[in-house]
């Protein structure tokens, strides 16, 4: 009778001895769980209205975006900032003049990657008065470019000019139509074809 008490002891014992182990790890995978849980489903966000960006370079103020409404998602791999209602940016030269302006409807900015992404009736108009509209477009901060793989029109005084894919300086007075599609010479109020004559290039100052 002595030794089965004896051996029922040292079977709980050793259940006990074997729980002790399991049931602290399943207690702490849980508590991560549910702190991986929490994070995913609480992500801390700023609202705010009227918001003004100043970029700058060695002191040098670049550029100015002011945007009505913003919402800023702070994630831990990838934080970005909102524009849901569009945004309106300057673009200076060395002298703090505008050179060029962006309108779009809608704008994305990639803190991290200091890349925004703007979109729906983007405009970018240069100090030659040179219009580009698209529908995407893409400012690289650290490159100072802007670029897009999308159809894309150019108006000049002179001409218009449609395509896919565009680079450009992000003062937009250098640009390259990557795969230019038509060209219409303005004439008397006329657009003459003549995308057989393509210029997909541009310059309008020596930046």
């Known amino acids: 009778m002595k030794k089965q008490i004896f051996k029922y002891l040292k079977a709980a014992t050793i259940l006990w001895i074997v729980a002790a182990f399991l049931f602290p790890s399943c207690t702490n995978n849980e508590e991560k769980i549910k702190e991986v849980t929490h994070?995913?489903?609480?992500?801390?966000?700023?609202?705010?209205?009227?918001?003004?960006f100043s970029y700058t370079d060695s002191g040098r103020l670049k550029v100015?975006?002011?945007?009505?409404?913003?919402a800023r998602y702070h994630l831990k791999e990838k934080p970005y900032t909102e524009m849901i209602e569009g945004v309106d940016a300057q673009f200076f030269d060395k002298n703090l003049e505008v050179e060029s302006t962006l309108k779009s409807k809608y704008a994305k900015s990639f803190d991290k990657d200091k890349l925004v992404e703007v979109r729906n009736d983007v405009v970018v108009t240069n100090v030659k008065n040179e219009k580009l509209e698209t529908e995407v477009l893409f400012w690289d901060q650290k490159k100072e470019r802007i670029?897009?793989?999308k159809f894309v029109t150019i108006t000049t005084a002179k001409q218009i000019i449609t395509g896919t894919g565009l680079n450009a300086n992000q003062n937009f007075t250098k640009w390259t139509l990557l795969k230019p599609s038509g060209n219409f010479i303005i004439e008397?109020?006329?657009?003459?074809d003549t995308s057989n004559n393509l210029d997909a290039t541009?310059?309008?100052?020596s930046n």
Do not use: M
């Open 39 to 52: 994070q995913d489903s609480s992500v801390s966000v700023e609202k705010a209205e009227n918001v003004e």
């Open 64 to 70: 100015i975006i002011k945007a009505p409404k913003t």
């Open 147 to 149: 670029y897009t793989d």
């Open 188 to 192: 008397n109020d006329k657009q003459v």
């Open 202 to 205: 541009g310059s309008s100052s």
